[in-house]
């Protein structure tokens, strides 16, 4: 029978806490990132201007059809140069960093712009009438009537797509990536203790998503009032 043996976890936290670090980093860039270039796919894709909303058709369903770890590798291994000389990074930047970033903020903003399309068109239509009868302009009624009521109601699924990318984070790994999932392997690996790092990292996950969970039902019982 296999003998579990705990002991290594304990003096193993520094280094788990850096590879947290870097998964909040990569979780909460993405989030930010694919909200605001999610809001403007969604913008287009409502856009009265055909070719705007056939481009932004275009981008969520191919995003939509691709597997993440596969748009992971895509930037990892074809695009690194392009970024360096794009993003003018210096040479000491880990460019599996600002790929992981960059892929998934493009990916998740495929999934965010179908939410916020989504809030927009709940809000009734005699919101936007309003605000034209008050001569604002197509952006004006959007950017001061419309996305702020329709922020409010899809905030719970905003975050719950939030919690969906901090755990697809661990994909990192076929990049090299030391993430949090990465990092505890290879301390698993190293001290002989796989088993125990690896039901160690998915308690982490499972606390974390368990207590962000239990955030968004808070929110979502207070918008419901």
Known sequence: MYQFN???????LPTLAQGMLITVQITVAAVIVGIIWGTMLALLRLSPIKPLAWFAKCYVT???SIPLVMVLLWFFLLVPQLLKSLL???PDVDIRFVSAIIAFSLFEAAYYSEIIRAGIQSVPRGQVYAANALGM?????????????????????????????????????????????????????????LVEMVLFAGACYFVICLFASNLVRRFQKRYSR
């Open 88 to 90: 003018d990074l210096p």
């Open 6 to 12: 705990w002991s290594g976890i304990s003096s193993s």
């Open 137 to 193: 302009t197509y952006m004006q009624s959007m950017r001061l009537v419309v996305l702020p009521q329709a922020f409010r109601a899809m905030v719970p699924l905003l975050l719950t797509q939030g919690i969906v990318l901090f755990q697809d984070t661990a994909l990192v790994y076929v990049i090299g990536l030391a993430d949090f999932f990465r990092t505890a392997t290879n301390i698993g690996e190293r001290d002989g203790q």
């Open 62 to 64: 191919i995003f939509r």
